[in-house]
Nanobody
Framework: QVQLVEGGGGLVQPGGSLRLSCAAS????????MGWYRQAPGKQRELVAT???????NYADSVKGRFTISRDNAKNTVYLQMNSLKPEDTAVYYC???????????????WGQGTQVTVSS
């Protein structure tokens, strides 16, 4: 079994910062790309940022220059540093990982349970 456990969400004022973390654990052979998505009330889930196992990253235009994604491959953990937060960043943030559970197994998507980020004064 595989688990993605997220942490670091909360309430922050506009202009503030938060750092999210997501650790993958369980029966894991290899972890490929990892990323963060978010879903605001009444909206579809959208990509925030992704990072490959080699460290190449990709960001949504709305967060470029404010958010930074990073990972620790030894810990199967991905981070999202969020600076200059805006009220429109309010959403449930979900961690995603593309991973294989065995040497000859195929890669599949796994999701965390989500962590709430609220940006409000």
């Amino acid at each position: 079994q595989v688990q993605l456990v997220e942490g670091g969400g909360g309430l922050v004022q506009p202009g503030g910062s938060l750092r999210l973390s997501c650790a993958a654990s369980g029966s894991i052979f290899s972890v490929g790309a990892m990323g963060w998505y978010r879903q605001a009330p009444g909206k579809q889930r959208e990509l925030v940022a992704t990072i490959t196992s080699g460290g190449s990253s990709n960001y949504a235009d709305s967060v470029k220059g404010r958010f930074t994604i990073s990972r620790d491959n030894a810990k199967n953990t991905v981070y999202l540093q969020m600076n200059s937060l805006k009220p429109e960043d309010t959403a449930v943030y979900y961690c995603n990982a593309d991973l294989a559970r065995s040497r000859f197994g195929s890669f599949a998507d796994y999701w965390g349970q989500g962590t709430q980020v609220t940006v409000s004064s």
